[in-house]
Protein backbone atom coordinates (compact mmCIF):
# COMPACT_ATOMS: atom_id res chain seq x y z
CA UNK A 1 0.00 0.00 0.00
CA UNK A 2 2.96 2.53 1.00
CA UNK A 3 3.91 1.96 -2.40
CA UNK A 4 0.64 2.60 -4.59
CA UNK A 5 0.88 6.12 -2.11
CA UNK A 6 4.70 7.12 -3.41
CA UNK A 7 3.62 6.49 -7.25
CA UNK A 8 0.31 8.19 -6.82
CA UNK A 9 2.01 11.77 -6.65
CA UNK A 10 3.86 10.90 -9.66
CA UNK A 11 1.02 9.70 -11.63
CA UNK A 12 -0.61 12.92 -10.92
CA UNK A 13 1.88 14.96 -12.14
CA UNK A 14 2.03 12.56 -15.22
CA UNK A 15 -1.82 13.47 -15.71
CA UNK A 16 -1.62 17.43 -15.06
CA UNK A 17 1.20 17.65 -17.34
CA UNK A 18 -0.91 15.56 -20.37
CA UNK A 19 -3.71 16.85 -19.30
CA UNK A 20 -2.18 20.84 -19.99
CA UNK A 21 -1.45 19.44 -23.35
CA UNK A 22 2.25 19.65 -22.79
CA UNK A 23 4.54 16.96 -24.05
CA UNK A 24 7.67 18.29 -21.96
CA UNK A 25 9.32 16.01 -20.45
CA UNK A 26 12.34 16.58 -18.05
CA UNK A 27 14.57 13.81 -16.77
CA UNK A 28 18.21 12.81 -15.96
CA UNK A 29 18.75 11.06 -19.65
CA UNK A 30 22.06 12.89 -19.88
CA UNK A 31 25.99 12.30 -18.18
CA UNK A 32 25.92 12.61 -14.96
CA UNK A 33 21.76 13.11 -14.41
CA UNK A 34 20.67 14.18 -10.95
CA UNK A 35 17.20 15.35 -10.70
CA UNK A 36 13.66 14.38 -9.39
CA UNK A 37 10.69 15.89 -11.41
CA UNK A 38 7.73 16.88 -9.06
CA UNK A 39 5.42 18.21 -11.54
CA UNK A 40 4.48 20.47 -13.70
CA UNK A 41 1.94 23.06 -13.36
CA UNK A 42 1.24 25.37 -16.43
CA UNK A 43 4.50 26.83 -17.25
CA UNK A 44 6.27 25.49 -13.90
CA UNK A 45 7.83 22.71 -13.44
CA UNK A 46 8.94 22.43 -9.54
CA UNK A 47 11.99 19.45 -9.63
CA UNK A 48 14.70 18.38 -6.64
CA UNK A 49 18.27 17.33 -6.75
CA UNK A 50 18.90 13.91 -5.57
CA UNK A 51 21.05 13.95 -2.33
CA UNK A 52 21.83 10.30 -2.68
CA UNK A 53 23.52 9.17 0.74
CA UNK A 54 24.63 13.16 1.62
CA UNK A 55 24.27 13.56 5.26
CA UNK A 56 23.01 17.37 4.72
CA UNK A 57 21.54 19.35 1.76
CA UNK A 58 24.22 20.03 -1.56
CA UNK A 59 23.41 21.98 -4.68
CA UNK A 60 24.25 19.35 -7.77
CA UNK A 61 21.59 18.75 -10.34
CA UNK A 62 21.98 18.01 -14.10
CA UNK A 63 18.13 17.75 -16.26
CA UNK A 64 17.27 17.42 -19.76
CA UNK A 65 13.88 19.00 -21.03
CA UNK A 66 12.33 17.82 -24.35
CA UNK A 67 9.35 18.85 -26.18
CA UNK A 68 9.37 22.35 -24.54
CA UNK A 69 10.61 24.21 -28.13
CA UNK A 70 9.11 27.71 -28.06
CA UNK A 71 7.86 27.32 -24.39
CA UNK A 72 9.17 30.16 -21.57
CA UNK A 73 9.06 27.77 -18.35
CA UNK A 74 10.09 28.25 -14.76
CA UNK A 75 12.11 25.86 -13.16
CA UNK A 76 11.45 25.90 -9.42
CA UNK A 77 14.02 23.75 -7.22
CA UNK A 78 11.66 22.90 -3.87
CA UNK A 79 13.92 21.47 -1.30
CA UNK A 80 17.08 23.61 -1.06
CA UNK A 81 19.18 26.41 -3.06
CA UNK A 82 20.66 25.15 -6.06
CA UNK A 83 22.00 28.05 -8.34
CA UNK A 84 24.79 30.15 -8.50
CA UNK A 85 24.67 34.02 -9.25
CA UNK A 86 24.82 33.46 -13.12
CA UNK A 87 21.78 30.57 -12.99
CA UNK A 88 22.18 26.55 -14.88
CA UNK A 89 24.80 26.51 -17.76
CA UNK A 90 22.82 25.29 -20.69
CA UNK A 91 23.12 23.10 -23.68
CA UNK A 92 21.77 23.62 -27.11
CA UNK A 93 24.02 20.86 -28.75
CA UNK A 94 23.62 17.78 -26.32
CA UNK A 95 27.08 18.85 -24.35
CA UNK A 96 29.10 20.20 -26.79
CA UNK A 97 28.81 23.93 -25.83
CA UNK A 98 27.67 25.16 -22.97
CA UNK A 99 26.71 28.71 -21.72
CA UNK A 100 25.45 30.48 -18.79
CA UNK A 101 21.80 31.81 -18.85
CA UNK A 102 21.64 35.23 -18.47
CA UNK A 103 21.39 36.99 -14.55
CA UNK A 104 17.85 38.17 -15.12
CA UNK A 105 15.25 36.15 -13.41
CA UNK A 106 17.54 33.38 -11.55
CA UNK A 107 17.81 32.98 -7.62
CA UNK A 108 19.09 30.70 -6.18
CA UNK A 109 15.77 28.72 -6.09
CA UNK A 110 14.56 28.63 -9.20
CA UNK A 111 15.24 30.15 -13.24
CA UNK A 112 13.21 30.78 -15.88
CA UNK A 113 14.30 29.61 -19.53
CA UNK A 114 12.46 30.13 -23.07
CA UNK A 115 13.95 27.77 -25.38
CA UNK A 116 14.11 28.52 -28.84
CA UNK A 117 12.02 27.04 -31.67
CA UNK A 118 14.05 24.47 -32.70
CA UNK A 119 15.16 23.20 -29.22
CA UNK A 120 13.69 19.55 -29.16
CA UNK A 121 16.18 18.63 -26.22
CA UNK A 122 18.20 20.97 -24.19
CA UNK A 123 20.73 20.27 -21.28
CA UNK A 124 20.53 22.12 -17.86
CA UNK A 125 23.58 22.03 -15.18
CA UNK A 126 24.00 23.68 -11.90
CA UNK A 127 27.47 24.35 -13.19
CA UNK A 128 29.83 23.33 -16.05
CA UNK A 129 30.39 19.76 -16.07
CA UNK A 130 33.13 17.66 -16.99
CA UNK A 131 33.37 13.82 -17.38
CA UNK A 132 35.47 10.91 -17.80
CA UNK A 133 34.55 10.88 -21.08
CA UNK A 134 35.72 14.59 -21.55
CA UNK A 135 39.06 13.76 -20.07
CA UNK A 136 39.45 10.54 -22.46
CA UNK A 137 38.63 13.70 -24.93
CA UNK A 138 41.44 15.80 -23.82
CA UNK A 139 43.95 12.96 -24.08
CA UNK A 140 42.82 11.83 -27.37
CA UNK A 141 44.14 14.95 -28.84
CA UNK A 142 47.68 14.92 -26.73
CA UNK A 143 50.49 13.44 -28.17
CA UNK A 144 50.59 9.83 -26.75
CA UNK A 145 54.51 9.54 -26.82
CA UNK A 146 54.57 11.82 -24.33
CA UNK A 147 52.63 10.34 -21.28
CA UNK A 148 51.67 7.11 -19.55
CA UNK A 149 47.80 6.34 -18.34
CA UNK A 150 46.32 3.63 -16.93
CA UNK A 151 43.92 2.08 -14.49
CA UNK A 152 45.35 3.30 -10.51
CA UNK A 153 41.99 0.93 -8.99
CA UNK A 154 38.84 -0.25 -9.20
CA UNK A 155 35.80 1.88 -7.91
CA UNK A 156 33.65 0.53 -5.72
CA UNK A 157 31.49 -0.21 -8.52
CA UNK A 158 33.72 -1.82 -10.74
CA UNK A 159 34.89 0.99 -12.83
CA UNK A 160 38.44 1.81 -14.11
CA UNK A 161 39.58 5.00 -11.88
CA UNK A 162 42.02 6.48 -14.31
CA UNK A 163 45.65 8.00 -13.75
CA UNK A 164 47.99 9.97 -15.83
CA UNK A 165 51.55 10.08 -15.28
CA UNK A 166 54.83 11.89 -16.93
CA UNK A 167 58.19 11.20 -15.99
CA UNK A 168 61.38 13.52 -17.79
CA UNK A 169 63.11 10.89 -19.66
CA UNK A 170 66.82 11.73 -19.63
CA UNK A 171 67.44 12.81 -15.82
CA UNK A 172 65.90 12.34 -12.84
CA UNK A 173 62.71 14.69 -11.87
CA UNK A 174 64.04 17.59 -10.37
CA UNK A 175 60.16 18.21 -8.94
CA UNK A 176 57.98 15.52 -8.06
CA UNK A 177 53.80 16.79 -8.28
CA UNK A 178 50.91 14.84 -7.89
CA UNK A 179 47.61 16.59 -8.73
CA UNK A 180 44.38 15.45 -7.96
CA UNK A 181 40.36 16.58 -7.91
CA UNK A 182 36.77 15.07 -7.51
CA UNK A 183 37.38 13.65 -4.03
CA UNK A 184 33.89 15.91 -4.15
CA UNK A 185 32.35 13.65 -7.07
CA UNK A 186 29.91 17.09 -7.75
CA UNK A 187 32.64 19.78 -8.33
CA UNK A 188 33.27 19.23 -12.02
CA UNK A 189 34.41 22.64 -13.02
CA UNK A 190 37.46 22.15 -10.95
CA UNK A 191 39.44 19.79 -13.25
CA UNK A 192 39.11 22.60 -15.86
CA UNK A 193 42.14 24.06 -13.87
CA UNK A 194 43.84 20.32 -13.77
CA UNK A 195 43.24 19.43 -17.37
CA UNK A 196 44.88 23.24 -18.20
CA UNK A 197 47.99 22.42 -15.82
CA UNK A 198 48.12 18.83 -17.57
CA UNK A 199 48.15 20.48 -20.83
CA UNK A 200 51.43 22.78 -19.95
CA UNK A 201 52.65 19.65 -19.57
CA UNK A 202 52.22 18.76 -23.09
CA UNK A 203 51.90 21.38 -25.06
CA UNK A 204 54.60 22.38 -27.85
CA UNK A 205 56.31 24.90 -26.34
CA UNK A 206 59.18 26.34 -24.63
CA UNK A 207 57.44 25.94 -21.00
CA UNK A 208 56.03 22.43 -22.49
CA UNK A 209 59.77 20.98 -23.23
CA UNK A 210 61.31 22.18 -19.96
CA UNK A 211 58.47 20.85 -17.75
CA UNK A 212 59.13 17.68 -19.43
CA UNK A 213 62.01 17.54 -18.68
CA UNK A 214 62.22 18.61 -15.14
CA UNK A 215 59.14 17.55 -13.58
CA UNK A 216 57.42 14.29 -13.05
CA UNK A 217 53.55 14.63 -12.96
CA UNK A 218 50.59 12.35 -11.43
CA UNK A 219 47.38 12.92 -12.13
CA UNK A 220 44.46 11.34 -10.51
CA UNK A 221 41.41 13.02 -12.04
CA UNK A 222 38.22 11.24 -10.44
CA UNK A 223 38.90 10.14 -6.90
CA UNK A 224 35.15 9.46 -6.58
CA UNK A 225 34.96 8.28 -9.84
CA UNK A 226 31.54 6.45 -9.66
CA UNK A 227 29.77 9.62 -8.62
CA UNK A 228 31.54 11.75 -10.88
CA UNK A 229 30.18 9.38 -13.60
CA UNK A 230 26.60 9.21 -11.76
CA UNK A 231 26.03 12.90 -10.93
CA UNK A 232 26.37 12.49 -7.69
CA UNK A 233 26.53 14.98 -4.69
CA UNK A 234 29.81 12.95 -2.97
CA UNK A 235 30.06 16.29 -0.43
CA UNK A 236 28.94 14.87 2.67
CA UNK A 237 28.32 11.82 1.88
CA UNK A 238 27.72 9.05 4.62
CA UNK A 239 29.80 7.84 6.73
CA UNK A 240 32.30 10.00 5.16
CA UNK A 241 32.59 11.77 1.93
CA UNK A 242 36.22 10.92 -0.01
CA UNK A 243 37.98 14.20 1.38
CA UNK A 244 37.17 12.87 5.13
CA UNK A 245 38.85 9.27 4.27
CA UNK A 246 41.82 9.53 5.01
CA UNK A 247 42.24 8.11 8.57
CA UNK A 248 39.73 5.01 7.55
CA UNK A 249 40.11 4.56 3.56
CA UNK A 250 36.42 3.16 2.74
CA UNK A 251 36.76 3.98 -0.76
CA UNK A 252 39.41 2.52 -2.92
CA UNK A 253 40.07 5.36 -4.78
CA UNK A 254 42.04 7.55 -1.66
CA UNK A 255 44.03 4.22 -0.54
CA UNK A 256 45.22 3.91 -3.95
CA UNK A 257 45.97 7.76 -4.46
CA UNK A 258 47.70 7.19 -0.87
CA UNK A 259 49.42 4.59 -1.97
CA UNK A 260 50.84 6.38 -5.44
CA UNK A 261 51.63 9.53 -3.36
CA UNK A 262 53.22 7.37 -0.84
CA UNK A 263 55.17 5.61 -3.87
CA UNK A 264 56.15 8.83 -5.38
CA UNK A 265 56.94 11.17 -2.46
CA UNK A 266 56.04 14.67 -4.36
CA UNK A 267 57.32 17.76 -3.56
CA UNK A 268 54.43 19.23 -4.33
CA UNK A 269 50.79 17.99 -3.89
CA UNK A 270 47.85 20.18 -5.12
CA UNK A 271 44.10 19.13 -4.47
CA UNK A 272 41.82 20.84 -7.06
CA UNK A 273 37.73 21.94 -5.53
CA UNK A 274 35.07 23.82 -6.14
CA UNK A 275 33.99 26.12 -2.68
CA UNK A 276 29.92 26.88 -1.93
CA UNK A 277 27.55 27.75 -4.78
CA UNK A 278 25.92 31.04 -4.04
CA UNK A 279 27.51 34.25 -2.70
CA UNK A 280 30.83 34.56 -0.72
CA UNK A 281 33.55 32.05 -1.57
CA UNK A 282 33.92 34.34 -4.65
CA UNK A 283 37.61 34.22 -5.41
CA UNK A 284 40.01 31.54 -5.36
CA UNK A 285 41.81 30.64 -2.34
CA UNK A 286 43.59 27.57 -0.09
CA UNK A 287 41.80 26.59 3.57
CA UNK A 288 45.52 26.20 4.94
CA UNK A 289 45.36 23.13 7.11
CA UNK A 290 46.62 23.38 10.95
CA UNK A 291 50.89 22.97 10.22
CA UNK A 292 50.95 24.02 6.81
CA UNK A 293 54.17 22.87 4.81
CA UNK A 294 57.19 24.96 4.35
CA UNK A 295 56.31 26.45 1.30
CA UNK A 296 52.71 27.19 1.35
CA UNK A 297 53.25 31.31 1.65
CA UNK A 298 56.17 31.18 -1.55
CA UNK A 299 54.10 28.94 -3.99
CA UNK A 300 50.61 31.02 -3.36
CA UNK A 301 52.98 34.20 -4.12
CA UNK A 302 54.02 32.27 -7.26
CA UNK A 303 50.69 31.57 -8.41
CA UNK A 304 49.60 34.83 -8.06
CA UNK A 305 52.73 36.48 -9.88
CA UNK A 306 52.52 33.29 -12.93
CA UNK A 307 48.27 33.10 -12.71
CA UNK A 308 47.33 33.33 -16.46
CA UNK A 309 43.38 33.43 -17.14
CA UNK A 310 42.19 36.90 -15.08
CA UNK A 311 40.73 35.01 -12.32
CA UNK A 312 42.50 37.21 -9.86
CA UNK A 313 44.08 35.17 -7.30
CA UNK A 314 44.84 36.88 -4.47
CA UNK A 315 47.05 35.32 -2.02
CA UNK A 316 45.11 37.74 1.06
CA UNK A 317 42.44 35.78 0.12
CA UNK A 318 43.62 32.79 1.61
CA UNK A 319 42.15 31.11 4.46
CA UNK A 320 44.27 30.26 7.57
CA UNK A 321 43.27 27.37 9.74
CA UNK A 322 41.26 28.35 12.72
CA UNK A 323 39.22 31.42 10.08
CA UNK A 324 35.72 31.40 8.66
CA UNK A 325 34.81 27.32 7.89
CA UNK A 326 38.47 26.13 8.22
CA UNK A 327 38.05 24.88 11.50
CA UNK A 328 39.11 21.76 13.38
CA UNK A 329 35.40 21.17 13.53
CA UNK A 330 35.12 20.59 9.87
CA UNK A 331 37.35 17.84 10.13
CA UNK A 332 35.92 15.70 12.99
CA UNK A 333 34.99 13.32 10.29
CA UNK A 334 38.39 12.21 9.06
CA UNK A 335 41.68 13.23 8.17
CA UNK A 336 41.24 15.18 4.61
CA UNK A 337 44.10 14.43 1.66
CA UNK A 338 46.04 17.22 2.32
CA UNK A 339 46.56 16.56 6.08
CA UNK A 340 47.59 13.20 5.33
CA UNK A 341 49.68 14.29 2.57
CA UNK A 342 51.54 17.14 5.40
CA UNK A 343 51.98 13.85 8.10
CA UNK A 344 53.23 11.12 6.03
CA UNK A 345 55.27 12.93 3.45
CA UNK A 346 58.29 13.44 4.99
CA UNK A 347 59.91 16.16 2.64
CA UNK A 348 56.48 17.66 1.37
CA UNK A 349 56.82 21.55 0.44
CA UNK A 350 53.15 22.15 -0.32
CA UNK A 351 50.13 20.32 0.06
CA UNK A 352 47.19 22.56 -0.13
CA UNK A 353 43.33 22.52 -1.51
CA UNK A 354 42.57 24.79 -4.36
CA UNK A 355 38.81 26.65 -4.36
CA UNK A 356 37.94 27.43 -7.82
CA UNK A 357 34.26 29.63 -7.56
CA UNK A 358 31.76 28.63 -9.72
CA UNK A 359 30.27 31.78 -11.09
CA UNK A 360 32.48 34.74 -9.79
CA UNK A 361 36.27 34.97 -8.86
CA UNK A 362 36.85 38.23 -7.72
CA UNK A 363 34.08 40.11 -10.08
CA UNK A 364 35.69 37.96 -13.04
CA UNK A 365 32.66 35.52 -14.68
CA UNK A 366 34.81 31.80 -14.83
CA UNK A 367 34.26 30.17 -17.45
CA UNK A 368 36.07 26.62 -18.50
CA UNK A 369 38.83 28.61 -20.82
CA UNK A 370 39.70 30.79 -17.85
CA UNK A 371 40.38 27.56 -15.36
CA UNK A 372 41.96 26.04 -17.57
CA UNK A 373 43.97 29.27 -18.00
CA UNK A 374 44.70 29.01 -14.47
CA UNK A 375 45.92 25.78 -14.22
CA UNK A 376 48.48 26.80 -17.48
CA UNK A 377 49.73 29.33 -15.11
CA UNK A 378 49.91 27.08 -12.04
CA UNK A 379 51.99 24.61 -13.84
CA UNK A 380 54.29 27.91 -14.70
CA UNK A 381 54.34 28.40 -10.98
CA UNK A 382 55.53 25.04 -10.51
CA UNK A 383 58.43 25.47 -13.12
CA UNK A 384 59.23 28.71 -10.40
CA UNK A 385 59.21 26.64 -7.86
CA UNK A 386 62.49 25.37 -9.01
CA UNK A 387 63.94 28.32 -10.77
CA UNK A 388 63.13 31.04 -8.09
CA UNK A 389 62.39 29.44 -5.06
CA UNK A 390 66.43 29.48 -4.23
CA UNK A 391 66.31 33.16 -4.47
CA UNK A 392 63.21 33.38 -2.92
CA UNK A 393 62.80 34.41 1.04
CA UNK A 394 61.14 31.46 2.84
CA UNK A 395 58.53 32.68 5.03
CA UNK A 396 58.69 31.65 8.78
ZN1 LIG B 1 35.38 20.01 -2.28
Not at 100 to 113: D, P, S
Not at 270 to 288: E, S
Request: hydrophobic residues 40%; glycine residues 6%; charged residues 25%.
Amino acid sequence: MKQYLLILPAIAALLLASCTGSEVIVDKNLPAGNIVFERMVNDTVYVHQELRGSKKAWFYWAFRVTGAQGKKLTFVFTKSFALCERGPVVSLDKGKTYGYLAEEGATKFQFTYTFPADAREVWFYECHPYTPEMWEAFLKTQDKSLFETGVLCKSREGRDVPYFRMTPRHAAPRLSVVVSCRHHCSEAPAEYVVEGLTAAFLEDSELGEWLREHVQLNVVPFVDMDGAVKGDQGKWRLPHDHNRDYTDFLYPETAALASLIAETQPDIFLDIHNPKLYKGDNFIYTPFIENPAPLEAVFSQLVEKYQEGDLNYQTSDDLHFGEGWNVPNNYVDGLNVVTWVRQNIQDIKVSRTFEIPFAYANGALVYPDKMRKFGHGMARALRAVVEEVPKTPIEP
